[in-house]
């Protein structure tokens, strides 16, 4: 399985400057720099079950946290370690649909009014909408997104559903994958601005623009409509007043005037794609944002390849999509591309003001022209931001207050910094901005995986929101933390293990092992155990146990403390009265190989202790398009058996890192007052045709640009005995693999299962020596059954035996005939 790399990035440490000479006037000192190991990541909430799917944050005036999960759910974290279900809204959640961002009222302590960006439970149909077909197909695919306010009640710990104010609508087509935006933040007039995606299907425009407005094409795979029309409010950023009634008025100096034709005022920003994250710096107004661009891996007649950017948005601007992306207008404009004819036309004018000729256009016709991105980066492009996958997420300005008494709020060194971070390269930087772009850009120290959202707490802390390793579940690793200043001392981390965590009926004994805590200064540790969630301590010792009679949910909590008095704590929740479903794949298997396009049959598998009987109906299989390390939730169907087309990878160049998911949910009808548990499962397939150089693990060989390959790299420096690996795979329903090489002396492939000396699966296969790349005949599989890792083990006469590009299985896989 994908195992993301946790970077642990450094700063460097600066000298103090000396003083100035007593008869001259006092130099000012310049802030002493923090190092890496001055910083304390403090865990507050860890696991799916604490966390859901993690997608938004918001830090209380008491510093206490409300995080958002996609499927609904609504957390509130009171303190390390305790984490409670704060409510639960009905959303829709087909492809990336749900519950996006949650924001604080900046009056929040007069009024306790919290704001949510959802996709509301409406009567569109389920599963996936029609890829073409009549204007009366579409109409009933028609929803919206909500911008609502609530109340919460801080003693409670609960978001009141009933409260809920609809503040402003966002018209959608669903059914269709993808970019739902979704951020909200305030600046220091009290203004909230909303991020917004195009709500386009990008998956058919081969990684450039989707522009297809053919005449029985969904709407929804023509971005015109959306980023590039004037009187629509997706691919924006909004920027509204919210009065106390609920209702907004439009601040001046918005894009567009109120009472201008054809225009929605509420537009700040426009042309964006998939403006994901962003932050509102709360001196000057200024907004970062990170806009997440499209996938080609290569320029071409069509417009530029896939590139991302940061975005400084000081002012109202448009930003290009779907007419250009990047920071060079005129070099990074698309051709009006003719999807009909597959030809190009002319590139579009956005440094003058592209035009909108859509028939989905209801705006003005002529745009204001484009302003380019802050800080663009396409690969290694931008050599401090690293290299792989591209997903910018803007984030907070930090400013120091010296008045704050709080000994672990940021240095002054970090005044006036933005700190950026990237989802997939799993990063945060700290960046000195100027108005071009940045002057410079720091490492920050991060011990985590995919970053999904961060915000600068009142005490002056970094608080920072973990997706995990895996995407669309409860991942054990998603969490939430807490980043300090602390030079000295660090936080003890709390581990909980519990032997189960939920039961039908009472009497369950529950074993728990607290001895996986460790302080990270070394020192010997205490326990303080809280079966029930009670505030008492019910054991002092590193294991304990429990009995559970009633029915209920219980949080078990430990807190370790260290020599110092620095206190880490962890929970479980202990369910007695619903049991989780179990939910297991039949097929496809894991690994199993397939073709973006192929229908695949699937089979699942759904117990649950308190419902006697699974409706099949309520279970829902998606699949998703894997890429790097994120993925897009595309087509899903209802069912225990059936099947889906997988869709094709249009939208992500296929010589970029894509694979299959599959993830199937069942929500259970709940067990008397208790509320209904959702189970998933997921697995990975993998693409018959792979790049070599995204492999998972490797031994002896290295990633080198080679001309004439695939994307235009390839493993290279090989030698005998050294392999490459992907995990998982499964050769149910192949019968042959090729490999696209290019000799040097030449050599071979081997084909093996689970291991580089395992069973042979197929070859040798003979990479001949010289010439360009070529593939190879195919060989003959023997599928050793089951999912396991597969190695390609190579051997020759010494090194530099040949560059290896790609490989292709052929056979039905997961599309094949089950049994």
Request: with cysteine.
């Amino acid at each position: 399985m994908r195992s993301p790399l946790v970077r642990l990035l450094s700063i460097p440490l600066a000298a103090v400057l000396a003083a100035g000479f007593a008869a001259a006037p006092p130099a000012t000192a310049e802030p002493t720099k923090a190092a890496e190991s001055d910083f304390d990541q403090v865990q507050l909430a860890k696991g799916g079950d604490n966390l859901g799917e993690t997608m938004g944050l918001a830090v209380l005036p008491d510093t206490s946290v409300l995080t958002t999960s996609r499927s609904g759910e609504i957390y509130y974290t009171r303190e390390a370690g305790d984490t409670r279900l704060a409510a639960t809204l009905d959303t829709y959640t087909h492809n990336e649909e749900g519950v996006q961002g949650i924001a604080v009222d900046p009056k929040f302590r007069r009024n306790n009014h919290v704001f949510v960006y959802y996709s509301p439970a409406l009567d569109t149909p389920e599963g996936d909408a029609p890829g073409s077909g009549t204007p009366e197909d579409f109409e009933k695919w028609k929803g919206h997104n909500r911008l609502s306010r609530f109340t919460f009640d801080p003693e409670k710990g609960t978001l009141d559903t009933a409260s809920e104010k609809v503040v402003l609508k966002v018209p959608t087509n669903r059914g269709l994958c993808c970019h739902m935006g979704g951020q909200i933040d305030f600046d220091k007039h009290g203004n909230l601005y909303l991020s917004t995606g195009d709500n386009s299907n990008p998956f058919e425009s081969d990684g450039y623009s989707p522009i297809d407005d053919s005449a029985d094409r969904n709407p929804a795979y023509d971005a015109r409509r959306t980023s590039g029309n004037t009187n629509d409010l997706r691919g924006k950023l909004l920027r509204i007043r919210v009065k106390p009634n609920g209702t907004y008025s439009v601040p001046k100096g918005n894009l567009f005037k109120q009472g201008t034709a054809k225009t929605k005022p509420e537009i700040y920003a426009m042309g964006l794609r998939n403006p994901f994250r962003f932050r509102v710096d709360e001196k000057t107004g200024t907004v970062w944002m990170g806009e997440y661009g499209p996938d080609a891996a290569q320029a071409s007649e069509r417009g530029p390849s896939g590139k991302v950017s940061f975005l400084r948005i000081a002012g109202p601007g448009n930003y290009g999509w779907p007419f250009c992306t990047g920071d060079k207008l005129e070099a990074d404009s698309y051709a009006d591309w003719d999807f009909a004819t597959g030809t190009a036309g002319p590139k579009f004018d956005c440094a003058g003001g592209a035009t909108n000729d859509s028939r989905h256009n209801t705006g003005l016709e002529k745009l204001p022209p484009a302003k380019p991105g802050w800080l663009t980066y396409d690969g290694a492009s931008v050599p401090e931001l690293g290299d792989g996958s591209e997903s910018p997420m803007g984030g907070p300005v930090y400013h120091y207050d010296p008045d704050l008494k709080n000994e672990t709020k940021f240095p002054e060194s970090y005044d006036e910094k933005v700190f950026l971070y990237e989802f997939g390269r799993q990063w945060i930087k700290s960046v000195t901005p100027g108005t071009d772009g940045p002057e410079k850009i720091e490492d920050f120290p991060w011990a985590g995986f995919q970053l999904m959202d961060m915000e600068f707490g009142p005490d002056g802390s970094l608080y920072v929101l973990d997706y995990g390793e895996t995407w669309f579940g409860k991942d054990p690793e998603k969490a939430l933390y807490r980043i300090d200043y602390s030079p000295d001392d660090k936080t003890p981390v709390a581990a909980v293990d519990a032997d189960k965590t939920a039961a039908g009926e009472g009497p369950l004994e529950v074993k728990f092992d607290g001895t996986g805590s460790a302080d990270p200064d070394g020192t010997e540790l205490s326990y303080a155990w809280d079966f029930d969630g009670d505030g008492t301590t019910d054991s002092t010792e590193a294991t304990g146990s429990h009995t559970y009679t009633d029915d209920g949910v219980y949080r078990a909590i430990l807190r370790v403390t260290d020599a110092t008095g620095k206190t880490g704590a962890a929970g479980v929740n202990i369910t007695i009265g619903n049991t989780p479903p179990e939910i297991t794949f039949d097929a496809p298997k894991p690994g199993q190989f397939m073709d973006f396009g192929d229908t695949v049959g699937f089979d699942v598998k759904v117990t649950d202790a308190e419902d006697a009987e699974i409706d099949c109906e309520k279970v829902t299989v998606s699949f998703a398009l894997g890429h790097d390390n994120h993925a897009h939730r595309m087509n899903s169907a209802n069912g225990c058996t059936g099947s889906i087309e997988t869709g094709l990878a249009g939208g992500h160049d296929t010589n970029q890192d894509i694979y299959g998911t599959f993830i199937a949910e069942y929500t259970d009808n709940g067990a008397g007052d208790l509320p209904p548990v959702t189970g998933s499962s997921e697995i990975e397939l993998a693409p018959k045709h792979r790049q070599a150089e995204f492999y998972h693990d490797s031994q002896g060989v290295e990633v080198v640009d080679a001309d004439g390959a695939e994307g235009g790299k390839a493993v290279g420096g090989i030698g005998a005995g050294d392999w490459i690996a992907f995990d998982p795979a499964n050769f149910a329903g192949t019968d042959g693999v090729s490999v696209l090489a290019k000799g040097a002396a030449g050599g071979t492939v081997e084909v093996r299962s689970g291991a580089p000396d395992g069973p042979l699966v197929a070859g040798p296969i003979e990479v001949p020596a010289g010439g360009d790349f070529a593939e190879t005949p195919a060989a003959d599989i023997t599928d050793p059954g089951g999912s396991q890792a597969m190695y390609l083990v190579f051997g020759g006469d010494g090194g530099d035996l040949f560059q290896l590009d790609a490989l292709t299985v052929t056979g039905s896989g997961a599309a094949g005939k089950r049994d």
